[in-house]
């Protein structure tokens, strides 16, 4: 789905202009079918790095307290 950043809003391909710019700010729009842009880099969220050590902490302790059981 094609993805205007600057007005944060989903465009529909039909309603963009022939070369792929937004019809409110003319920007470039992400994802337009056709028409090439440079690639973004993913990056991995924040709040999973935050569930990731929150689990990991977890299964820690219980790793802990599974080996005080055995002594």
């Given amino acids: 789905m094609p993805w205007c950043d600057p007005c944060e809003k989903n465009w529909t391909p039909t309603s963009l202009s022939a070369d792929g710019t937004c019809p409110d700010c003319g920007e470039p729009v992400e994802g337009t079918p056709g028409?090439?842009?440079?690639?973004?880099?993913?990056?991995?969220?924040w709040?999973?790095?935050?569930?990731?050590?929150?689990?990991?902490?977890?299964?820690?302790?219980?790793?802990?307290?599974?080996?005080?059981?055995?002594?």
């Fill in 35 to 45: 028409v090439d842009h440079e690639p973004r880099e993913h990056t991995t969220p």
């Fill in 47 to 71: 709040h999973c790095w935050v569930g990731v050590a929150a689990v990991s902490i977890y299964l820690g302790w219980r790793v802990i307290q599974g080996l005080l059981l055995l002594f």
